[in-house]
């Protein structure tokens, strides 16, 4: 009697583990956005988070009248120092490295999205390396 009971709980604690590893903190895409950065900001009730917005270059809604086309890519940064960085680009166009997850912790930030390098930080009147973007 004792050992299947002991059986059912290890089991359920292994899915369990699961899904909140699957949840919030499996990696299920990362990329690279380029953009004018319009602000980073520091917010949070209980845990201060970096929060930030980019704004794309390059991307108009479709040709249907009325379709919303969103060029605005919002993210959290987790690592002060690439936090300290962005506040001082504020205007600037930058390439950023994320990392995406399903689920959002507290601690993290707001977004699904957390950046966790910045590739390239340019002025408005030059180009990003690579990205084919010129203003």
């Known amino acids: 009697m004792k050992r299947p009971v002991t059986i059912i709980s290890i089991v359920l604690i292994l899915l369990i583990a699961g899904?909140?590893?699957y949840?919030?903190?499996?990696?299920?895409g990362e990329g690279v956005k380029a953009g004018e950065l319009n602000y980073?900001?520091?917010k949070g009730y209980i845990f201060k988070t970096n929060e930030g917005r980019l704004i794309q270059t390059g991307i108009r809604s479709g040709a249907n009248q009325g379709s919303i086309s969103s060029n605005e890519?919002?993210?959290s940064i987790t690592d002060q120092r690439i936090a300290n960085q962005l506040e001082t680009s504020?205007?600037?166009?930058v390439q950023l490295h994320y990392k995406?997850?399903?689920g959002t912790l507290p601690w993290r930030g707001v977004s699904n999205f957390v950046v966790d390098s910045v590739?390239?930080?340019?002025d408005n009147t030059t180009a990003?390396?690579?990205s084919g973007v010129i203003r």
Do not use: D, H, Q
Not at 23 to 28: A, Q, T
Not at 119 to 122: C, E, G, H, K, Q
């Open 119 to 122: 590739l390239s930080v340019a």
């Open 19 to 21: 899904f909140i590893y």
């Open 73 to 75: 890519f919002m993210f």
């Open 23 to 28: 949840r919030y903190f499996f990696v299920f």
């Open 40 to 42: 980073i900001v520091k």
């Open 128 to 130: 990003l390396p690579g």
């Open 100 to 102: 995406e997850y399903i």
């Open 90 to 93: 504020g205007g600037k166009l």
